[in-house]
């Protein structure tokens, strides 16, 4: 399996998941805790279930990069939030639609994103190795499921992908700050004003919202809150909102 060479983990995954609980613990009370610690539990299985490599935090900096910009670090999305956004959103999605993760990681959302229909699911991600990476886990996965979805990792900086006219699903896991962003935005615009279609864009932990509203064409229409992970859903279509999904897992 290839692994990612040079770059050992910060602290051993048992070690840093028992300093992570403490933590919370203090912080947030057992209930929360709790929760957490299921979405721990699920991210590792499916690790385990497909033999993939997903899950660990990863400074930006170790990694050889296709462009000289860092920014922050690999982390992937939660599974349980992501399947709970797709899942709701699945009614609008069109079908034969094309999922393109900008920062895309160890490819963690083209997986679980090949669950809900899409025809092909498309990975960008500047870190060389995240893309060994993310081959090697998409392969693992396509052969273990037998997904019939298409799979694409692309090496290349987020900002200087051309948007193809086939894509209409745009997911964003806070990968870049705001110069890359307004690129990408720009040429998501340009892509939907060349060939007009329906088109979401997903954005977890949406730090910059502001120039998603101001700077492109989407609204904001659907939203999950779970337990401090915020995902918000935003949309070109005429037929906006589908209620929300909204989900506290205190309230649970
Ligand atoms: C927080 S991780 C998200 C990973 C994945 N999208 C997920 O949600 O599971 C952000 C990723 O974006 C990548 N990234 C940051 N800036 C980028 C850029 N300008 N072009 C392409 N990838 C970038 C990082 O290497 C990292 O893998």
């Known amino acids: 399996m290839v692994k990612l ?102 490819g963690r959302v083209l997986m679980i994103a090949s669950g809900y229909g899409f025809r092909e699911v498309r990975g960008v991600e500047y870190a060389h190795k995240l893309c060994s990476v993310a081959i090697d886990n998409c392969n693992r996965y396509k052969l273990a499921t037998k997904v019939t979805t298409e799979f694409r990792i692309i090496g290349s900086d987020a900002g200087e992908y051309i948007i193809n006219p086939d894509e209409n699903i745009f997911f964003l896991f806070n990968p870049f700050g705001k110069t890359i962003l307004m690129k990408v935005l720009k040429n998501i615009n340009k892509s939907l004003e060349q060939r007009p279609r329906k088109a979401l864009l997903i954005y977890n932990t949406p730090r910059f919202d502001d120039m998603i509203v101001n700077e492109s064409t989407f609204v904001r229409t659907e939203e999950l809150n779970l337990l401090g992970y915020h995902l918000v859903v935003y949309s070109n279509m005429d037929h906006p909102r589908t209620g929300g999904v909204r989900a506290d897992a205190a309230q649970n």
């Not at 048992?14 to 957490?36: A, D, E, M, P, W």
């Not at 296709?66 to 670090?73: A, L, Q, T, V, W």
């Open 5 to 106: 060479e040079g770059v050992a983990s910060e602290q051993a995954p048992i070690v840093n998941i028992l300093s992570r609980l403490t933590r919370s613990l203090h912080k947030q009370g057992i209930k929360s805790t709790l929760f957490k610690f299921y979405m721990l539990i699920v991210d590792h299985w499916f690790d385990v279930r497909y033999g993939t490599d997903t899950s660990g935090m990863m400074p930006l900096d170790r990694l050889t990069l296709r462009s000289p910009k860092k920014y922050g670090r690999y982390q992937a999305t939660k599974i349980v939030p992501l399947k709970r956004l797709f899942s709701h959103i699945r009614p609008i999605i069109p079908p034969g639609s094309v999922l393109v993760d900008f920062g895309c990681g160890k």
